[in-house]
């Protein structure tokens, strides 16, 4: 399975300012899955990201407020934009490795945001 | 498009008693079923997972499920309980040819010594 190291792990931002969150996977692979978190809550999908096109959002998301970028088929970005307090979740990515034995999902460590 | 439900939030276990965790999913076909933990600030870990055949699947740290087409579940179990086993635990479900993952809202298991 792949491994995903993302960054930064934690972070406290001031309200209205942006945080992007990287997201590198040590492989090669087609879909990247942007979740969030928020406290106490299971895990939400925000958008799915496929290199060379457009992220698809999830109802309620919109790419005004969490644009995208997947430029290669190791890496993308989430960013958080114009930020509130209800903003403040644990942003995780994943990504789908195929595979007949190995098939799955594989998650990040995390995003920690703290916006005050 | 697939569900799943967790009826437990909440569950507290000593340490060394058995564990199970429940977890009940919508799908009208065989879904794909996966169970995550996450322990305080880490991401999601997963235990095991099914697709086809063998209906209970081993998983990492002594875990084990089975899936019960009949019940529509995917329960998880450990027969002894670790104080390191303390953590949240999530039911996932997907579909063949659905990328998306569902999951559960969540079950938080404490473990008392």
């Known amino acids: 399975s792949a491994v995903i190291s993302q960054k930064p792990s934690r972070d406290i931002c001031q309200r209205g300012t942006s945080l992007t969150i990287q997201c590198q996977v040590d492989s090669q692979v087609t879909m990247m899955f942007w979740y969030r978190q928020q406290p106490g809550q299971s895990l939400t999908l925000i958008a799915t990201?496929?290199?060379?096109?457009?992220?698809?959002?999830e109802s309620g998301f919109v790419i005004d407020k969490f644009p995208i970028s997947r430029p290669n088929l190791t890496f993308s970005t989430l960013t958080v934009s114009n930020m509130s307090p209800e903003d403040s979740s644990i942003y995780l990515c994943s990504v789908e490795y195929p595979g007949e034995e190995d098939y799955g999902y594989t998650f990040g460590s995390g995003t920690r945001l703290t916006v005050v | 498009a697939q569900s799943v439900t967790q009826p437990d939030i909440h569950i507290t276990v000593s340490e060394g008693a058995s564990l199970e965790l429940r977890c009940n999913y919508s799908?009208?076909?065989?879904?794909?079923l996966f169970w995550y933990v996450q322990s305080p600030g880490q991401g999601l870990q997963l235990l095991l997972k099914y697709f086809s055949g063998d209906t209970l699947v081993q998983g990492i740290k002594g875990f084990e499920a089975e899936f019960k087409r009949s019940q529509s579940s995917f329960n998880l179990r450990k027969p002894s309980v670790h104080w390191s086993d303390a953590a949240e635990y999530f039911c996932a479900v997907g579909a063949p040819n659905d990328y998306k993952l569902s999951f559960g809202a969540g079950t938080t298991v404490t473990v008392r010594a």
């Open positions: 799908y009208g076909a065989t879904p794909y």
């Open positions: 990201a496929n290199q060379g096109s457009e992220a698809t959002y």
